[in-house]
């Protein structure tokens, strides 16, 4: 193992530790030290944003960290998030060419950072994104996809509570004589494949890797 492979990791390990103690700062001078030391943006929030704020989640999960420190944690993400996203943007394809998705957080949740990353794969992989945000009401779902008229509706829940909002757009689509309009995917920590099924959702992706291809795979793109 090469010099570099250990100061890379060592980088990473800092951006991650910055990320779970929620040092903000330190989060923006760790990244901006991975990105001088050419890491690539994505690998920098796969191998260290991401496992950082899951750290996080496990310590407040076990009582460790108070929703205060989950929130410092949150922001330092976003703020190197912040840093990222042009530099993702910059490398995607620069032709949209494979659809049209809507995207946002069901109501009553109020997480949006992966729902965000997985708008921006999306986009930089050669979709046309709609990005609702979260705590979206489920009328909006509906109104917004009619009115961009697109193929895909992306549907994130971080939440148990908040899981059941998915199960109800696709029930409220069925409603409205829309199902076989828009495909639906669905996303977000607790969601797996089998709930997806049992909501008849039309895909699933456990990460921003996994959107982009079961949302190629719906619209008849080959990767
Ligand atoms: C950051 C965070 C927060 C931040 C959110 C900031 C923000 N603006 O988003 C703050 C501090 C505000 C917060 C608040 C709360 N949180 Co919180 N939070 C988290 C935490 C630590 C990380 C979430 C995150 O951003 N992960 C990083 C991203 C990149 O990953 P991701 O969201 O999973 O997204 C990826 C995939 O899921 C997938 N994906 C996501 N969406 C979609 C959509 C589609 C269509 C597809 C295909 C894929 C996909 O791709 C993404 C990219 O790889 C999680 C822990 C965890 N393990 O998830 C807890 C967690 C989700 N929170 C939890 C809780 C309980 C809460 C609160 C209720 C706490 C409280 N008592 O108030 C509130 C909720 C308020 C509300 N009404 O929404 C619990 C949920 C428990 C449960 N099973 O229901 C968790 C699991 C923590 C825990 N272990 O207890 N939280």
Redesign the pocket.
Known sequence: MGGSDGKEKEVLREVAKSVFIGDKDATLKAVRRAIDSNIRPEEI??KA??PG??K???L??KGQYF?PE??M???A??AAFGILRPLIEQNGEKVRTHGRVL?G?VE???????????GV?LSTSGFEVIDLG??VPLHRFVEEAVKNDVDI???????????VKQKELIELLVKENLRERFKV???????TQKWADDIGAD?????????VS??KKLVGVEE
Do not use: F, W
């Open positions: 929030l796969d944003l991401i704020i899951r996080a989640g496990d407040y999960e929703l989950l929130i944690c949150a922001d993400m976003k995207i957080t009553g949740d109020i997480h949006d950072i992966g729902k965000t990353l997985v794969m979260a705590d509706i992306g549907v994130s829940a971080l939440l148990t509570t908040t899981m995917i669905v996303g977000g920590a607790p969601v895909g699933y992706g456990q990460n921003a890797v996994e959107a079961v949302a």
